[in-house]
Antibody, heavy 118, light 116 residues
Framework: QVHLQQSGPGLLKPSQTLSLTCAIS??????????WNWIRQSPSRGLEWLGR?????????DYAVSVKGRITISPDTSKNQFSLQLNSVTPEDTAVYYC????????WGQGTLVTVSS | DIVMTQSPDSLAVSLGGRATINCKSS????????????LAWYQQKPGQPPRLLIY??????TRDSGVPDRFSGSGSGTDFTLTINTLQTEDVAVYYC?????????FGGGTRVEIK
């Protein structure tokens, strides 16, 4: 049974950096068959995929164009987790953020409401 | 980007009735190497993350573990359907389709299912 546990702050001011972590149990971030995603959801944007990291003999990352240049997704093999950093946030980045496993997403974190407000 | 368009936006179905939700992709999403449509369906209830219901398998769609058999998926090419037979009160939710053929992964806008 795979479980994803998210952690990180939920209130930010504009221009700050959003940092969230997703701890994995029941699977490995270094799995050769899985991918580890960050997805957000807001009333205005719906479900929006932000990016992913995955291991296939070496580490790979893919990012959405909408956040490219501001986003970093990093694995931490020593803690079996992965993280999201989103720089220079604005109120438009207000959303519920989910970490998620897979291509068809079979496991989701509990969600973190991130509010960007001055 | 592959655009996923769902219809209708919402529907009301009688208890025990059938709900049919449509999803159209802007291009084909079939992995020819394994004959799998790269399409998934999710159910989301308020305050919860989406739950995977159905995903593409070789030549068909399959339910995720624990998903009742009243949920079924069908379709090919660019047109796909989620059917909920014998609607139960616990099926009231928003349903989403998603393609995983290419990045960015993209989702439909959602269909709200209610009891009539």
């Amino acid at each position: 049974q795979v479980h994803l546990q998210q952690s990180g702050p939920g209130l930010l001011k504009p221009s700050q950096t959003l940092s969230l972590t997703c701890a994995i149990s029941g699977d490995s971030v270094s799995s050769n068959t899985d991918a580890w995603n960050w997805i957000r959801q807001s009333p205005s944007r719906g479900l929006e995929w932000l990016g992913r990291t995955y291991y296939r003999s070496e580490w790979h990352n893919d990012y959405a164009v909408s956040v490219k240049g501001r986003i970093t997704i990093s694995p931490d093999t020593s803690k079996n987790q992965f993280s999201l950093q989103l720089n220079s946030v604005t109120p438009e980045d207000t959303a519920v953020y989910y970490c998620a496993r897979g291509w068809a997403i079979s496991n989701w974190g509990q969600g973190t409401l991130v509010t960007v407000s001055s | 980007d592959i655009v996923m368009t769902q219809s209708p936006d919402s529907l009301a179905v009688s208890l025990g009735g059938r709900a049919t939700i449509n999803c159209k992709s802007s291009q084909t999403i079939l992995f020819t190497s394994n004959n799998r449509e790269s399409l998934a369906w999710y159910q989301q209830k308020p305050g919860q993350p989406p739950r995977l219901l159905i995903y593409g398998a070789s030549g068909a769609f399959t339910r995720d573990s624990g998903v009742p058999d009243r949920f079924s998926g069908s379709g090919s090419g660019t047109d796909f359907t989620l059917t909920i037979n014998t609607l139960q009160t616990e099926d009231v939710a928003v349903y989403y389709c998603q393609q995983y053929y290419a990045v960015p992964l993209t989702f439909g806008g959602g269909t709200r299912v209610e009891i009539k």
